[in-house]
């Protein structure tokens, strides 16, 4: 902008330059040529009444002290010809005023003043005065100069003008940016001073408003998220007191095991609602534990369903950075993904190993393929939230990895959670 509104600047008072130095410019030669002129009709008129009364060697002699002084070459044409000073020949401007008529003209040195002389008695006698084309244009180049330079200087001037200026309409706006920016990288207490233009001041304090009103929202997002994951917490009471009822100790202890574990989800989602910044340590978790104790509670529900599980596990441990409780649900998608799209009999294989300096946790199994566009959040195919896929992408966007989603060799699905090592000291 400062750019724009310079060359802006410049633009226009170069225009105004040119309609103001030109028509004086061409005033200032018009000045010159006619200061020149005015002199040399001066001259011829001093001459005038020598011409028309004195003989011929007296005007010889007054002609050769004026040409000496004025520099300027003198010439006079008696009635019989004789011409007495610069020998010239007739012009057509000395021919004219033989017959009695005064004039200035133009020749191919520059121009000449040409006076008729009358009340001799042989004629008409005409002095002619030549004024060379320097003494014309004396001082023009210079007083161009100087306009020049002054037309520089003022343009100058005026660009220093419209920095000044511009700067203070930049600046307010540069503030503005900066604090959107921090807007958009969750700095919610962000907030920009208004300053500059009432439109800019404006501005300004909508943008504070709109911040306010989102750091609203996002508390009373979190608000219902919370008080929503702490109503669950009675059904998974009750759920834990019908699993202690069952006679069968490992049915119990399966289906207790379970209820704990989504109440651990339950109190990550109310804790992680409460958040109002981002951690200051970075998290990790063991990959090689976790998926171990994922696979063991999915495996009974695998062989009540006729499924086959090939577990292949690099011991451990294998620290990644991400948090436990986030692994956790990564994991349990990827598992129950497998579950909620084949068939009962399917089998499928978990393998977790290091690859590159990443943990590589592969899900594959020999169903009928992943749908395109799955892992885009909220699409599902099996009536389904279609969030499981996006739990597992964010998770490994966490700890600096990706999620691929290919075809496997028998044509099911193949899903690699790539996640990066922890950055925590504990595990350097």
């Known amino acids: 902008m400062r750019a724009r509104l310079a060359l802006l600047v410049a633009a226009v008072s170069v225009l105004t330059l040119i309609a103001f130095l030109v028509p004086l410019a061409l005033l200032v030669r018009t000045v010159a040529e006619d200061r020149a002129t005015v002199r040399a009709t001066a001259d011829a008129q001093s001459l005038v009444p020598v011409v028309g009364t004195a003989d011929a060697a007296t005007i010889r002699l007054t002609v050769e002290q004026l040409a000496a002084e004025s520099g300027r070459p003198v010439s006079v044409f008696l009635p019989d010809g004789t011409v007495l000073g610069a020998q010239t020949p007739r012009t057509p401007a000395v021919a004219l005023a033989a017959r009695g008529q005064s004039l200035t003209g133009e020749s191919a040195a520059g121009r000449e003043v040409v006076i008729a002389v009358q009340g001799r008695a042989d004629g008409t006698g005409v002095i002619r005065i030549a004024v060379p084309r320097h003494e014309l244009t004396a ?11 002054l037309g520089v200087i003022l343009v100058l001037i005026g660009l220093l003008v419209a920095d000044r200026l511009a700067r203070t309409l930049v600046r307010p706006i540069s503030d503005l940016s900066a604090v959107s920016h921090r807007l958009a990288n969750a700095e919610l207490d ?10 800019l001041r404006e501005v300004a304090g909508a943008l504070n408003h709109l911040a306010a009103r989102i750091q609203v929202l996002l508390v009373q997002e979190r608000e219902q998220v919370a008080d929503l994951s702490h109503q669950l917490r009675t059904p998974l009471t009750a759920l834990r007191l019908e699993a202690e009822s069952l006679r069968d100790p490992d049915d119990a202890a399966r289906i207790t095991a379970a209820a704990d574990g989504l109440e651990r989800a339950v109190t990550g989602l109310i804790r992680q609602a409460r958040w109002r910044h981002t951690p200051a340590q970075p998290t990790s978790s063991d990959a090689a534990a976790i998926v171990a104790d994922r696979v063991a509670f999915w495996s009974v529900l695998a062989e009540d369903t006729g499924r086959a599980v090939t577990l292949d596990l690099t ?3 294998l620290p990644v950075g991400v948090a436990a409780d986030n692994l956790t649900a990564a994991v349990d998608a990827l598992l129950g993904n497998v579950f909620a799209h084949t068939p009962d009999g399917t089998p499928f294989a978990v393998r977790l190993a290091r690859e590159a300096g990443e943990v590589v946790l592969t899900v594959a199994d020999e169903g009928p393929g992943m749908p395109a566009g799955a892992i885009r959040r909220g699409a599902s195919a099996a009536g389904s939230t279609g969030l499981g896929l996006d739990i597992a992408r964010r998770a490994a966007q966490a700890a600096g990895g990706r999620l691929e989603v290919r075809a496997g060799p028998g044509g099911g699905a193949r899903v690699l959670l790539r996640l990066g090592p922890s950055t925590s000291p504990r595990d350097a």
């Open 139 to 149: 001082g023009v180049t210079r007083a161009w100069l100087v306009l020049a330079l």
């Open 190 to 199: 962000a907030r920009v001073t208004p300053a500059g233009p009432p439109e």
């Open 315 to 317: 011991p451990g441990p």
